[in-house]
């Protein structure tokens, strides 16, 4: 009998001091709330897809992006290149430019705008009105072209075909005074007056500091004999140059001859 109580005292005490180390194992591995989470975590299908990219997908440069746009923006390089020379009277070099930004761009109707106004200034009247003919195509609503085309005309004395191409122009932007001015320069010269002063008068109506037009009011009145009127357009003018000795002639003739 004593030798069975000391074996159940044993098995007892092996019994609780393996419960208590199984416990000790669940806290510490199972339901303790501080132990770190090593474990790799797991992404969602739709995290991967928003932080992550295809395997094929080429990396991203910078500098490529840059030359895309610099290529993107080459006619508009051109183009700015051709008006500096051309401001230099550099007529060569511009269409040369202008041509290389035709090149990079083919329906960009400004460059051949721009080659019309540098062969009208070399008196090439036939590649003028090529180019200028060649920016309306491309651009139909195209104010400058129409009013560049009236320009070659009117320099070749074809009145008609001028008066044609500026109404074009005006109908398309009625706010364009330079249209108006150059229209006013051909009834001028077909000694229609009355239009001459009606289109000079609409230039300096749209803009009154555009004083170049005022001298061509003041000259269409005075072959209208209208000499108040002629007198108050040299004013104008004189504003803006009080220097201009053949003006303010015009204008002390105008005076005298009020009230004739």
Do not use: C
């Amino acid at each position: 009998m004593e030798n069975s109580a000391k074996n159940g005292i044993f098995w007892g005490f092996v019994v609780t001091i393996v419960g208590g180390l199984v416990v000790l194992l669940v806290e510490h591995y199972i339901i303790a709330p501080d132990r770190p989470i090593t474990a790799e975590k797991v992404i969602e299908p739709s995290e991967r897809a928003a932080n992550s990219r295809p395997e094929s997908a080429s990396p991203f440069k910078p500098d490529e992006t840059k030359r895309q746009e610099r290529n993107a923006n080459l006619h508009i390089e051109y183009l700015q290149q051709g008006n500096t020379l051309f401001s230099r009277n550099e007529y060569n070099e511009a269409i040369r430019q202008y041509k290389l930004a035709i090149a990079a761009k083919p329906d960009f109707a400004e460059a051949f705008l721009n080659i019309g106004a540098v062969y009208q200034r070399l008196k090439n009247y036939d590649e003028a009105i090529y180019h200028y003919r060649r920016a309306v195509e491309l651009r139909s609503d195209y104010p400058e072209a129409y009013n560049g085309i009236g320009r070659v005309y009117n320099n070749m004395r074809n009145f008609d075909k001028a008066i044609e191409n500026f109404k074009k122009a005006i109908t398309l932007n009625p706010e364009y005074y330079q249209a108006h001015h150059a229209l006013g320069s051909v009834y001028f010269n077909q000694r229609n007056y009355e239009q001459a002063a009606y289109h000079y008068r609409r230039a300096v109506e749209i803009n009154p500091r555009y004083a170049i037009a005022y001298i061509d009011l003041g000259d269409a009145y005075w072959n209208l004999k209208n000499w108040d009127a002629a007198t108050n357009a040299y004013k104008q003018y004189v504003k803006f140059d009080p220097n201009r000795k053949d003006v303010i002639e015009r204008l002390r003739q105008a005076e005298k001859r009020k009230g004739e």
